[in-house]
């Protein structure tokens, strides 16, 4: 079985509507889509989650002048309130919805089942939408989450401490990749392990390296140590990996 695909993002209130028009399939917003089918939403709707994000941006945050003086103000146009969430399933579409495959299709169920139960326990009262898709290669989830997307993230909240975001990057970096790990972690332990997926391919994602030549040699290399066990030829691998310039990581598309 393929290795779990879990991912989760923060948006602003500007993003929110786009976002929610690509998980209804409203037109205007899923060009990605062949074929767009309405999704079925397990939890809430596009008009719960517009409200719930309405509600949250009229109550007063408060806010710390640079005297040290406490204030409170609505929060900014730019603030996340949404966080938005991917989970995939890896066995195609194509197959499960075959009649002799009901036994796929009743292991999706299961899985999906499965990871709602997940997700109300990570996210509580803050949860207030889940919606699945089956117009697309693989059948997955989307979750969405409303309140500070900043803290609802585990990555981004690790990144502040005191109420301030760290100045510090690598600070800042080693404490997101920790917390989503941790999160990660979480969901293979009570979901993914329990449905035969697998925690991690240990594959790199070489796409984003923009030196081919840097992204071959890593792939090399990787085939070199598939079967050796060398710990410092590993931590020199990840070196290379980490410090090769990457083009931006693709945006969530729902």
């Known amino acids: 079985m393929a290795a779990q695909f879990v991912r989760v993002e923060a948006f602003s209130v500007k993003e929110s509507q786009r976002i929610l028009g690509e998980a209804s399939r409203d037109a205007a917003f899923c060009s990605h889509v062949s074929n767009p089918e309405a999704p079925r939403w397990w939890i809430g709707s596009p008009e719960t989650i517009a409200d719930a994000i309405k509600t949250h941006m009229s109550i007063p945050v408060p806010y710390r002048s640079k005297s040290g003086k406490l204030f409170s103000r609505q929060p900014r146009s730019d603030h996340r309130a949404l966080l938005g969430g991917v989970l995939s399933w890896p066995v195609p579409m194509d197959q499960i919805s075959l009649p002799q495959n009901k036994s796929l299709a009743k292991q999706l169920f299961l899985w999906m089942r499965a990871s709602i139960e997940w997700l109300m326990e990570k996210f509580g009262k803050h949860l207030q939408g889940?919606?699945?898709?089956?117009?697309?290669t693989y059948p997955h989830l989307h979750m969405l989450a409303v309140g500070d997307a900043n803290m609802l993230h585990p990555g981004l909240q690790a990144e502040?401490?005191?109420?301030?975001?760290?100045?510090?990057?690598?600070e800042k970096k080693r404490r997101y990749r920790a917390a989503m790990r941790l999160f990660l972690d979480d969901y293979f332990q009570k979901v993914g392990s329990k449905f035969g997926l697998e925690r991690s391919t240990g594959r790199r994602p070489l796409s984003r390296i923009k030196d081919r030549a840097v992204a071959n040699r890593v792939l090399d290399l990787e085939k070199k140590l598939a079967d050796v066990e060398?710990?410092?030829?590993?931590?020199?691998?990840?070196?290379?990996?980490?410090?090769?310039?990457?083009?931006?990581?693709?945006?969530?598309?729902?």
């Open 130 to 136: 889940v919606c699945s898709h089956a117009d697309e």
């Open 160 to 170: 502040f401490e005191g109420g301030k975001r760290l100045s510090n990057r690598k």
């Open 230 to 254: 060398d710990v410092e030829a590993r931590d020199m691998l990840d070196k290379i990996v980490e410090d090769a310039p990457k083009r931006p990581r693709q945006g969530m598309v729902f």
